[in-house]
């Protein structure tokens, strides 16, 4: 079952590797804007887009299995079809505790299939705003 409780969301958010599947060049796309802002934030950001060689100063991967440094959150900004295939990538990995669906790219089969793994799965949350609630300004 997808996380929501904001004293989960927390223990979560202080996760600091994020590995941004779907990361966009595109400065006024959401694939851009969040992951932008969480490096603001301390995040440690590696972009995983095949069609870039960098994003937020960053090196871009062609896809997750190509990250070679530790990963905490897999955040998906991704269609929803796409979903499994990056949630099977994040299984084969050893290192990875969270796949994070933001709005739009959520699928409940790879959120079962992620749960059965052993990952915490958030779904249909959008990391920045969650961490501007909970972690920026933590009252509920």
Not at 12 to 37: F, M, N, Q
Request: hydrophobic share 40%.
């Amino acid at each position: 079952m997808p996380i929501e409780e904001p004293e989960e969301l927390r223990r979560i958010l202080k996760y600091d590797r994020v590995a941004v599947v779907g990361a966009s060049t595109a400065y006024e796309k959401a694939a851009h804007i969040v992951p932008a802002y969480l490096q603001r934030h301390g995040y440690e950001i590696r972009p995983v887009n095949p069609t870039a060689s960098e994003i937020f100063g960053e090196r871009a991967f062609e896809s997750l299995t190509d990250v070679e440094t530790p990963i905490d959150i897999v955040e998906i900004f991704r269609p929803s079809g796409e979903v499994p295939e990056i949630v099977e990538e994040a299984l084969d990995r050893d290192d990875v505790e969270v796949i994070w669906m933001q709005p739009g790219t959520g699928n409940d089969e790879a959120a079962r299939a992620a749960e059965s793994g052993g990952l915490d799965v958030v779904q249909g949350r959008c990391m920045k705003v969650e961490h501007g609630q909970l972690i920026r300004n933590p009252m509920d």
